[in-house]
């Protein structure tokens, strides 16, 4: 089997790392020859085992309502001419798009929904804007572009995905696939020891909580709540130390308001690290406040390192908490519920060895052969 993957870039994402996961472990699979093609040299990601598995071809399109359109897929077509795939699988929208404007009806085409993609939504009358148009503009072309190369299959990364991709489209087969951690990379090892000092925690003169918080800097993940539950936990009378790993547009203004609240020193922007595994050992409670989460392979991660998870309800999560369990999902932004949950949390070691096992169930090899029967299964 042949199969080709197909992503914009390796930029950090839980998306690109998930791909660069299959690539890993399918490379090993016997009578299956596997291959990525990126859209631009954007690699934020160790590639180093799948370098020669990865092909940087400049592709683009750009549609318009009114001008004239501009496709650049004369290299890609030729690529996947020579490849030959029996799996053309893309992932991520602008993937999605310019991929189908090449045409290749031997393969079967499978589209990788890591999250409810707005340009599929239905047109709504009530709220028209330019970018509501050309969404659906871009959605019709899509459609037709899947109808030339044979339909696709949609891939799921969780049930509320599942039935966003349900409620806008019954023609193409769906399949729900809960996404997939290197298990292995994040439990902690036995014999660890806390060799690397985090951030200025040794000058911390309390024993405090360890939080930890991972992701982007950008609206939706919401981290100014962090800062709020930090506040309400120093009410309480429980000093708390969070690390933020992540960079984006609003992680100076976060830092700058940490400072104005006069917290700055309980917290340390780190920006984005490689090794992500290593901050994850050191810390105590892994809390996530994304107001919108499509699965949240960052919370496996979490409870493959051994932490307890204390997140708010972000669609897609839902899928992976069991509260009491392997953590709470809070529904509302509520610092108080978050402070509470911590605390109830804090040093479990029952929960920690739970989410251990819990993790183990999504690790990329058990993925990749429920992939491959998907592959296999699809007529």
Same mark, same amino acid.
């Given at each position: 089997?042949?199969i080709?993957h197909?992503?914009?870039s390796?930029?950090?994402?839980?998306?690109?790392?998930?791909?660069?996961?299959?690539?890993k472990?399918?490379?090993?699979?016997?009578?299956?020859?596997?291959?990525?093609?990126?859209? /631009?040299?954007?690699?934020?990601?160790?590639?180093?085992? %799948?370098?020669?598995?990865i092909?940087?071809?400049?592709?683009?399109v750009?549609?318009?309502l009114?001008?004239?359109?501009k496709? &650049?897929?004369t290299?890609?077509?030729?690529?996947i $001419?020579?490849?030959?795939?029996?799996?053309?699988?893309?992932?991520?929208?602008?993937?999605?798009l310019?991929?189908?404007f090449?045409?290749?009806?031997?393969?079967?085409?499978?589209?990788?929904?890591?999250?409810?993609?707005?340009?599929?939504?239905?047109?709504?009358?009530?709220?028209?804007s330019?970018k509501?148009?050309?969404?659906?503009?871009?959605?019709?072309?899509?459609f037709? /572009?899947?109808?030339?190369?044979?339909?696709t &299959?949609f891939?799921?990364?969780?049930?509320?995905?599942?039935?966003?991709?349900?409620?806008?489209?019954?023609?193409?087969?769906?399949?729900?696939?809960?996404?997939?951690?290197?298990f292995?990379?994040?439990?902690?090892?036995?014999?660890?020891?806390?060799?690397?000092?985090?951030? &200025?925690?040794?000058?911390?003169?309390?024993?405090?909580?360890?939080? %930890?918080?991972i992701?982007?800097?950008?609206?939706?993940?919401?981290?100014?709540?962090?800062?709020?539950?930090?506040?309400?936990?120093?009410?309480?009378?429980?000093?708390?130390?969070?690390?933020?790993?992540?960079?984006?547009?609003?992680?100076?203004?976060?830092?700058? /308001?940490?400072?104005?609240?006069?917290?700055?020193?309980?917290?340390?922007?780190?920006?984005?690290?490689?090794?992500?595994?290593e901050?994850?050992?050191?810390?105590?409670?892994?809390?996530?406040?994304?107001?919108?989460?499509?699965?949240?392979?960052?919370?496996?991660?979490?409870?493959?390192?051994?932490?307890?998870?204390?997140?708010?309800?972000?669609?897609?999560?839902?899928?992976?908490?069991?509260?009491?369990?392997?953590?709470?999902?809070?529904?509302?932004?509520?610092p108080?519920?978050?402070?509470?949950?911590?605390?109830?949390?804090?040093?479990?070691k029952?929960i920690?060895?739970?989410?251990?096992?819990?993790?183990g169930?999504?690790?990329?090899?058990?993925?990749?052969?429920?992939?491959?029967k998907?592959?296999?299964?699809? $007529?």
């Amino acid at each position: 089997m042949r199969i080709l993957h197909i992503i914009p870039s390796l930029s950090k994402g839980g998306a690109e790392r998930l791909v660069i996961d299959i690539v890993k472990k399918l490379k090993h699979q016997d009578h299956i020859q596997v291959h990525l093609v990126i859209f /631009r040299k954007d690699i934020n990601h160790n590639i180093s085992e %799948i370098k020669n598995r990865i092909s940087i071809i400049p592709s683009s399109v750009k549609l318009s309502l009114t001008k004239k359109w501009k496709i &650049n897929v004369t290299e890609l077509q030729l690529f996947i $001419n020579d490849f030959k795939p029996d799996i053309i699988h893309s992932h991520l929208f602008e993937a999605e798009l310019v991929s189908r404007f090449c045409n290749y009806k031997n393969a079967r085409w499978y589209s990788h929904l890591h999250d409810n993609m707005v340009q599929l939504e239905r047109l709504s009358w009530h709220s028209i804007s330019k970018k509501n148009l050309t969404n659906f503009f871009e959605k019709l072309i899509l459609f037709l /572009r899947y109808k030339k190369n044979g339909g696709t &299959n949609f891939i799921a990364i969780s049930k509320h995905t599942e039935s966003y991709i349900k409620s806008i489209q019954s023609r193409y087969p769906v399949h729900l696939l809960h996404n997939a951690i290197d298990f292995y990379r994040f439990k902690k090892p036995l014999k660890y020891s806390k060799i690397k000092k985090i951030g &200025n925690l040794s000058s911390i003169k309390y024993q405090p909580i360890k939080l %930890i918080n991972i992701g982007s800097f950008v609206t939706k993940k919401n981290q100014s709540l962090v800062l709020e539950i930090i506040i309400e936990l120093n009410k309480k009378g429980f000093k708390t130390y969070c690390l933020f790993l992540g960079d984006g547009e609003l992680k100076n203004e976060l830092e700058r /308001r940490s400072i104005e609240l006069k917290i700055s020193d309980q917290c340390n922007f780190l920006g984005n690290v490689e090794n992500v595994e290593e901050y994850l050992w050191q810390s105590e409670v892994y809390l996530h406040t994304a107001t919108y989460e499509p699965f949240g392979l960052v919370l496996l991660e979490a409870m493959a390192a051994g932490l307890p998870v204390v997140t708010l309800d972000g669609g897609g999560n839902r899928d992976l908490m069991i509260n009491g369990e392997n953590g709470y999902l809070i529904e509302e932004q509520n610092p108080k519920k978050f402070s509470k949950r911590i605390l109830q949390l804090y040093q479990n070691k029952e929960i920690s060895n739970y989410n251990v096992k819990f993790a183990g169930q999504f690790d990329i090899q058990s993925y990749c052969s429920k992939l491959l029967k998907i592959y296999k299964n699809q $007529n």
